[in-house]
């Protein structure tokens, strides 16, 4: 019931773009950005990361990043994340100053909804090379929500992380982060998973995952979300709930694009030629299909979760 609610809330404060067959739209989720620790998980994937991005600017995508990009529970200081990883800020800078990025904030940087934290962190930081404060992403207004809404159909598609009603990483995120950051932190390090991540616990999943299709069956809408770092794209007539899993798997990275007015889930990773060379892949996982088949005005959908199309690697 909170879900729905939290979700509703959501769908009423976001912030409405048009879109059209022209677009151009990447979203991932859940890069979870550390300071180039042992413990940070995204390390191992950041020149895929700034590859796949060095595509998606050069081709004309608008970036959406659909939450939890910077892992702020674990490391609270930006300042340490935007230095281990100044090379794909550079990139996202790019996509900022062409206003071709949308910021979703989720649970783990849920100190983005303050406005003066991210003008302290986010619009400029300190060069100490030049020894001087430059811009990064001045202006910055973070969002919890986006909706997509079709130049021509009127239909629309809400983004969110995905976190909205999950009641330890929504109500209780204060208790969840100080167990992260002074305890799992330093245990899933050696092998011991969170058991109030739905990242790390199938039961959560389920229950995350059961939420968000009762909503979309209420509300008759389609739905692209993150957080739970599984993989979602519907079998055609099954309900319209599209997860961009994470960029945090030690295979690669993943998402969900909008091209030519059809939606496919992606898969970036490196891989060997014949030759032994070493060299980064686009694969085309599942899609493309038509958005319209998702649009509720023009088909039926079913609940078949016993079938559920969803990828659990790593």
């Not at 909503?215 to 055609?236: A, E, S, V």
């Not at 945090?248 to 490196?270: A, H, Y």
Request: some cysteine; proline content about 3%; aromatic content about 16%.
């Amino acid at each position: 019931m909170f879900t729905d609610k939290r979700l509703t809330q959501a769908y009423q404060s976001a912030k409405v773009e048009l879109f059209d067959e022209k677009s151009k739209y990447i979203f991932f989720s859940d890069c979870h950005r550390g300071d180039d620790s042992v413990s940070d998980e995204f390390t191992r994937n950041q020149h895929l990361f700034i590859h796949a991005m060095d595509y998606y600017y050069n081709n004309g995508y608008v970036y959406v990043e659909v939450g939890d990009g910077d892992e702020l529970w674990e490391y609270p200081r930006f300042k340490h994340i935007r230095v281990a990883h100044s090379d794909v800020f550079t990139v996202l800078k790019k996509f900022f100053e062409e206003k071709r990025m949308h910021f979703l904030y989720g649970n783990h940087n849920n100190y983005l909804r303050n406005p003066n934290y991210v003008k302290d962190n986010y619009y400029t930081f300190y060069d100490e090379y030049n020894q001087k404060r430059v811009e990064l992403f001045h202006e910055l207004k973070p969002l919890e929500s986006l909706v997509l809404k079709h130049r021509c159909t009127g239909q629309e598609i809400l983004i969110v992380h995905g976190h909205q009603g999950d009641f330890m990483n929504d109500q209780l995120w204060v208790v969840s982060m100080f167990l992260l950051r002074y305890f799992w932190k330093f245990a899933h390090v050696v092998g011991f998973h969170n058991p109030t991540s739905p990242a790390r616990s199938l039961y959560k999943r389920h229950k995350v995952e059961k939420a968000y299709k009762k909503w979309i069956i209420k509300h008759k809408m389609m739905l692209i979300c993150g957080h739970t770092h599984r993989q979602k794209f519907p079998k055609l007539e099954e309900l319209p709930y599209f997860n961009t899993g994470c960029c945090i798997r030690s295979r690669g990275i993943c998402g969900i694009e909008i091209l030519d007015g059809k939606i496919l889930m992606v898969d970036w990773r490196i891989k060997a030629a014949d030759n032994g060379d070493l060299h980064v892949e686009r694969t085309v996982m599942r899609g493309p299909e038509p958005i319209e088949t998702y649009d509720f005005n023009c088909h039926e959908f079913v609940d078949n979760s016993s079938s559920d199309d969803c990828f659990d690697e790593d």
